[in-house]
């Protein structure tokens, strides 16, 4: 009688569960990969989406297709609600898989740092439906720009505040204002009429990029941000300030280390910028 294989359950299928998975390639194994999305997104080139220069399927590869030469691979689209670590099983909302050796890479998620309800009005790009809805709220500031009637309204409308000057925030100031000035411009006609440290700094600032560091957010909301001295109207905020681990530690019941970010919060943790164009 042949022996049952050693089970091998992998939860994510980022570049850490992509990559446990083919590793274990030629072990004598039988593995399953779970992830919530059938797709396998290359996180790196979010922004370039949430900025419409490329398309959302330029970035995501089906999981399945990936792996279809692996046999000793099986991938499910489910989404893990909790892991019993006495009786082996990890817990989905597809039903219950079974494991001997359990590797958990599902990555981090946004953090918020308690404002929750932030959520709302200032996305993060972690995920393709992030990217697609900032994208969304991006090219249609453009078009009610492009319709209105007053200065204010139109300088608020193509006001994008970026709260977190990290790479995601930094990349993301640098990817508007490029889609701003060299791209969307020629393609209105009333909105363009008049107008890592330091090098970031500069190279943004000379794109255009109001970058205020120092400046903890305390509030936003549909229209804009308060700073603790002041407030900027602003049709677009977009949350690019932190992310914690996902929920694997309470899965554990286990204790969770703080992420990095919220180690140093006090002094990165809120940046806010600005681009007037
Ligand atoms: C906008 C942006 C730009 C970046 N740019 C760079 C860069 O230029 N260079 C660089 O080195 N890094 C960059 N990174 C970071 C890099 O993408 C991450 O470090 C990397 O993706 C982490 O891989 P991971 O496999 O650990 O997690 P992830 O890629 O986050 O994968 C986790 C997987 O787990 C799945 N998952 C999570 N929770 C569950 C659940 N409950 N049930 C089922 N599945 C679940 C998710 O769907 C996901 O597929 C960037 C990240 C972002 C967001």
């Given amino acids: 009688m042949p022996q049952p294989k050693t089970r091998v359950v992998i939860l994510g299928a ?6 446990a998975t083919k590793t274990l390639r030629r072990a004598p194994v039988e593995i399953t990969l779970i992830d919530r999305h059938n797709y396998h997104c290359f996180q790196s080139l979010l922004y370039q989406v949430a900025t419409a ?11 399945r297709h990936i792996l279809r030469s692996q046999e000793n691979a099986t991938v499910f689209m489910a989404e893990v609600i909790g892991i019993d670590g006495e009786a082996r099983v990890v817990k989905t909302r597809a039903g219950a898989f079974p494991f001997d050796f359990l590797v958990i890479a599902t990555g981090a998620m946004h953090s918020y740092f308690g404002h929750e309800n932030w959520a709302a009005v200032a996305p993060g790009l972690k995920w393709i439906e992030d990217a697609t809805r900032i994208r969304r709220g991006i090219l249609s500031a ?11 309204e139109r300088k608020r409308l ?20 490029e889609v701003a000035r060299e791209t969307l411009a020629r393609d209105f006609r009333r909105i363009f009429t008049e107008q890592h440290s330091s090098y970031a700094r500069d190279t943004l600032t000379a794109m255009g990029v109001d970058v205020m560091t120092s400046s903890p957010v305390l509030q936003c909301d549909e229209r804009g941000v ?20 996902s929920p ?7 204790q969770q280390i703080a992420p990095v970010a919220w180690l140093f919060a006090p002094i990165s943790r809120f940046r806010a910028s600005t681009i007037y164009s």
């Fill in 14 to 19: 980022g570049f850490a569960g992509l990559e």
């Fill in 53 to 63: 220069a490329l398309s959302p399927a330029d970035i995501a590869w089906p999981v």
């Fill in 142 to 152: 453009f078009e009610q720009a492009e319709l209105a009637r007053d200065d204010a």
């Fill in 158 to 177: 193509l006001t994008f505040v970026i709260i977190g000057g990290g790479p995601t925030g930094v990349e993301m100031a640098g990817a508007i204002a």
């Fill in 226 to 245: 308060d700073l603790t001295d002041r407030r900027i109207e602003a049709g677009s905020v977009i949350w690019a300030a932190g992310v914690m681990a």
């Fill in 248 to 254: 694997a530690a309470q899965w554990l019941s286990a």
